[in-house]
Antibody, heavy 117, light 108 residues
Framework: EVQLVESGGGLVQPGGSLRLSCAVS????????MTWVRQAPGKGLELVSV???????FSADSVKGRFTISRDKSKNTVFLQMNSLRVDDTAIYYC???????????WGQGTLVTVSS | ENVLTQSPGTLSLSPGERATLSCRAS???????LAWYQQTPGQAPRLLIY???NRATDIPDRFSGSGSGTDFTLSISRVEPEDFAVYYC?????????FGQGTKLESK
């Protein structure tokens, strides 16, 4: 059975840092494109970061230079290091697998990040 | 960036009626890499349709997708009570992948 379980969210002050984790079972993160998608309260979905099978990455302009996606093959886990957090980074952060033509076919339950003083 | 515009913003229907949701792209979607997702309150999005017209695993056949180029449609042949939710389209054919703003399907 495929499972993606996010953790690491919480309340942080503006300018602070958080590290989100996405523990995966049922497939290997190193053999798949893995993504972080966020959803601000009452808003739509926004792709934040992607890590490709090659290890290359993509980051949205809104987080470039502040957020870094990575993976640990031994733990089969994907991470999102978030630095210099801003109030408008407040959102539920979902981990999802991008399965090529088949779209984003597996999602975690999400972890809430609240940036507030 | 390929901007996706969904219409209507809200669709009010009764169970058993047909639902038609639209997604229009500002540029042609590469190879019809267009997906539809369903999101109910407090839940993660769920993949319904990929490649514009292919149902994902375990998705009932009352859901269907169509379209190509810049105009796409999600149809629900007969709305069931569990179908009241927000629906998002997404293009994943060109970077950055983008989502529409969503259509809320609500009970009349």
């Amino acid at each position: 059975e495929v499972q993606l379980v996010e953790s690491g969210g919480g309340l942080v002050q503006p300018g602070g840092s958080l590290r989100l984790s996405c523990a995966v079972s049922g497939f290997l993160v190193s053999n798949n494109f893995m993504t972080w998608v966020r959803q601000a309260p009452g808003k739509g979905l926004e792709l934040v970061s992607v890590i490709y099978t090659s290890g290359g990455t993509f980051s949205a302009d809104s987080v470039k230079g502040r957020f870094t996606i990575s993976r640990d093959k031994s733990k089969n886990t994907v991470f999102l290091q978030m630095n210099s957090l801003r109030v408008d980074d407040t959102a539920i952060y979902y981990c999802a697998r991008e399965n090529g033509y088949s779209g984003f076919d597996h999602w975690g339950q999400g972890t809430l990040v609240t940036v507030s003083s | 960036e390929n901007v996706l515009t969904q219409s209507p913003g809200t669709l009010s229907l009764s169970p058993g009626e047909r639902a038609t949701l639209s997604c229009r792209a500002s540029q042609s979607v590469y190879s019809n890499f267009l997906a539809w997702y369903q999101q109910t309150p407090g839940q993660a999005p769920r993949l319904l349709i990929y490649g514009a017209s292919n149902r994902a695993t375990d998705i009932p056949d009352r859901f269907s997708g169509s379209g190509s180029g810049t105009d796409f449609t999600l149809s629900i042949s007969r709305v069931e009570p569990e179908d009241f939710a927000v629906y998002y389209c997404q293009q994943y054919g060109s970077s950055p992948y983008t989502f529409g703003q969503g259509t809320k399907l609500e009970s009349k």
